[in-house]
């Protein structure tokens, strides 16, 4: 709930969204700050529960705002603990069925919202009020200009600007994902509350690679207003080779892009979708060999498909 666009496109972005921004509320901007503002200023307590494919969990939440610095501790509470501990946006340690999934970039850059940039790719709007949690709220809707992100329907803390409802909804009107506050408590968590558990395992940090390892692939296409904002290259223990991931951001939404070199044989073609959540792997013969190209995020699967097949080599001189 940036770091390296391209020319073109930063050009592109900054002559169209004066031009866009008059289709957008100001209210909703000015909402949007407030949400902006409150994830980096406001603390607060409370439990959640989230709706993904059908499948719903419940969790707490530990957010701690101290001298700049934001420390958050989410726990999911059904089935086996799953507990996930970030400081300032990086993974400090994760436990459960996290633990022995991807690790998570450690460099990774943390998100801030920026209404004016939103506007060039979404139509901003102040839909109304609610009641979330026992909270008054005023309703914020995204939605956006093409086919290549969704829509989000945001209930924000009339009094806070934190987020206590988030949908986000596909072409189609049909409901993707939900997050939904159940208790919203600003009292400052304590020391305690933020410890992680012993089962909370050390995340291991991913040094930064030098410039002429990360910038080793670019994209011919990318879907309007998503920038390149962190990537990284680490080898894969298990089968021995070298993995690119490039990370995209839309203000909003992101995509993660993960290539690595197969055999003749190896790898096999997929195209899935899991709530919000596309994966798609498709074999590219390039001039480095054979890449398996893997493109996961919440974007729809057509425009996931399209940027794994963009994606080319990056040759020294082309990055000088």
């Given at each position: 709930?940036r770091?390296?666009?391209?020319?073109?496109?930063?050009?592109g972005?900054?002559?169209?969204v004066?031009a866009?921004?008059a289709?957008?509320s100001?209210?909703?901007?000015?909402?949007l700050?407030k949400?902006?503002?409150a994830?980096q200023?406001?603390s607060?307590?409370g439990s959640?529960?989230?709706?993904r494919n059908?499948?719903?969990s419940?969790?707490?939440i530990?957010h701690?705002?101290?001298?700049?610095k934001?420390?958050?501790?989410?726990?999911?509470?059904?089935?086996?603990?799953?507990?996930?501990?970030?400081?300032d946006?990086k993974?400090e340690?994760?436990?459960?069925v996290l633990a022995s999934g991807v690790t998570p970039p450690?460099?990774?850059?943390?998100?801030?919202?920026?209404?004016?940039?939103?506007m060039g790719?979404?139509?901003?709007?102040?839909?109304?009020?609610?009641?979330v949690a026992?909270r008054d709220?005023v309703?914020?809707?995204?939605s956006p200009?093409d086919q290549h992100?969704y829509?989000?329907e945001m209930h924000l803390?009339?009094?806070?600007?934190?987020?206590?409802?988030?949908?986000?909804i596909?072409d189609k009107?049909?409901l993707?994902e939900?997050?939904?506050m159940?208790?919203?408590?600003t009292?400052?968590p304590?020391?305690?509350?933020l410890?992680a558990?012993a089962a909370c395992?050390?995340?291991?940090?991913v040094?930064?690679?030098g410039?002429d390892?990360?910038?080793?692939?670019?994209?011919?296409?990318?879907p309007?207003g998503?920038?390149?904002?962190?990537?990284?290259v680490?080898?894969?223990p298990k089968?021995?080779?070298?993995v690119?991931s490039?990370m995209?951001?839309?203000?909003?939404?992101?995509f993660?892009?993960?290539?690595?070199?197969?055999?003749?044989?190896?790898?096999?073609?997929?195209?899935?979708?899991l709530?919000p959540?596309s994966?798609?792997s498709?074999?590219?013969?390039t001039?480095?060999?054979?890449?398996?190209?893997?493109?996961v995020g919440?974007i729809?699967?057509?425009?996931a498909?399209?940027v794994?097949?963009s994606?080319r080599p990056?040759d020294?001189?082309?990055?000088q």
């Amino acid at each position: 709930m940036r770091a390296l666009p391209l020319l073109s496109l930063l050009i592109g972005s900054c002559m169209t969204v004066p031009a866009l921004a008059a289709n957008s509320s100001p209210e909703a901007g000015e909402w949007l700050n407030k949400l902006a503002q409150a994830e980096q200023k406001q603390s607060y307590q409370g439990s959640f529960v989230y709706e993904r494919n059908g499948s719903f969990s419940s969790h707490e939440i530990w957010h701690k705002v101290e001298d700049g610095k934001v420390s958050e501790r989410l726990l999911q509470l059904d089935g086996a603990a799953q507990e996930i501990v970030r400081v300032d946006g990086k993974v400090e340690c994760v436990s459960g069925v996290l633990a022995s999934g991807v690790t998570p970039p450690a460099n990774a850059t943390q998100r801030v919202l920026d209404p004016l940039k939103l506007m060039g790719w979404y139509d901003l709007s102040v839909a109304g009020k609610s009641r979330v949690a026992g909270r008054d709220a005023v309703i914020v809707t995204l939605s956006p200009r093409d086919q290549h992100r969704y829509a989000f329907e945001m209930h924000l803390d009339r009094a806070t600007g934190l987020p206590l409802r988030s949908l986000m909804i596909n072409d189609k009107g049909q409901l993707l994902e939900r997050f939904q506050m159940t208790r919203l408590d600003t009292t400052v968590p304590s020391d305690q509350d933020l410890r992680a558990s012993a089962a909370c395992k050390p995340v291991q940090q991913v040094a930064a690679a030098g410039n002429d390892k990360v910038a080793g692939w670019r994209s011919d296409w990318l879907p309007p207003g998503f920038e390149l904002v962190n990537s990284s290259v680490r080898r894969d223990p298990k089968q021995g080779g070298v993995v690119s991931s490039l990370m995209y951001d839309d203000g909003l939404t992101r995509f993660s892009v993960f290539l690595e070199p197969v055999s003749d044989d190896g790898g096999t073609d997929m195209r899935t979708q899991l709530g919000p959540t596309s994966a798609v792997s498709r074999r590219l013969n390039t001039p480095k060999g054979k890449v398996m190209v893997t493109v996961v995020g919440e974007i729809p699967l057509g425009t996931a498909e399209r940027v794994a097949l963009s994606m080319r080599p990056q040759d020294a001189q082309a990055r000088q």
